[in-house]
């Protein structure tokens, strides 16, 4: 990954979602905030910060034995990157605990996923952050096949029906949720964040040393 990409996850590690979705209300993208249904397995997993690189996949049976595309589609990712994936699958999970380390060893931070996931306490030891939809030990072989990947994908949104999500936007997960932030618009993002950010604490620093909440608003503007 090169500096600039490392740099610009560095940084986003630092910001909470609430306040990139400040952001993205400001320029006129008000819809990038996903479901709330997704949420991180196991609930301690972390933050979830990276570069998209995209999976989609359909129920359609085959015959048990693996899924050689879901092997390909994984070998494709690379250091810095979060594995999205999406599809109609419901019930089933879509990767568990060796898919997981087959594509930290590649270097990706992480997995979003519009589905089911398994091997839930595997993945917190490996200390692979995962936000999906649900889990269920159910697998996807025979059931739920990959059919493509780093083209554009659509997970469920929070305030739309969907979000689109592009190889190389930016996802960004915490306590608060998941929110995914366009290529196009991550430098004006990042750097408007980190100003709200840095005011917030600097409004906490005052209010614990005393300040009223309402002073504090006078005295910083509403964030």
Not at 195 to 206: D, G, S, Y
Request: charged share 25%.
């Amino acid at each position: 990954m090169n500096a600039d990409r490392i740099d610009i996850r560095r940084r986003f590690l630092e910001i909470d979602t609430s306040n990139v979705a400040d952001v993205l209300d400001e320029i006129g993208l008000p819809d990038q905030g996903l479901a709330a249904e997704f949420a991180p397995y196991p609930a301690d997993a972390g933050r979830l910060a990276g570069f998209a690189y995209t999976i989609r996949g359909q129920m359609m049976p085959y015959p048990l034995g693996g899924d050689p595309d879901k092997m390909r589609a994984c070998e494709g990712l690379s250091e810095g990157e979060v594995s999205v994936w999406s599809g109609d699958g419901e019930g089933v999970c879509y990767f568990g605990e060796l898919i997981a380390l087959g594509m930290r060893e590649r270097g990706c931070v992480g997995s979003l996923v519009d589905g089911g996931v398994r091997d839930v306490r595997w993945l917190g030891q490996h200390k692979f952050p995962v936000y999906a939809r649900y889990r269920t030990p159910v697998q996807s072989i025979g059931r739920w096949k990959v059919t493509g990947w780093q083209t554009p994908v659509k997970l469920r949104g929070a305030t739309s029906k969907y979000v689109s999500v592009t190889p190389g936007d930016f996802i960004l997960g915490d306590e608060d949720g998941v929110i995914v932030i366009p290529a196009a618009v991550l430098e004006q993002v990042l750097t408007r964040s980190e100003e709200l950010t840095r005011k917030e604490v600097a409004i906490r620093t005052e209010i614990a040393r005393g300040l009223s909440l309402a002073d504090a608003l006078k005295t910083f503007g509403h964030v």
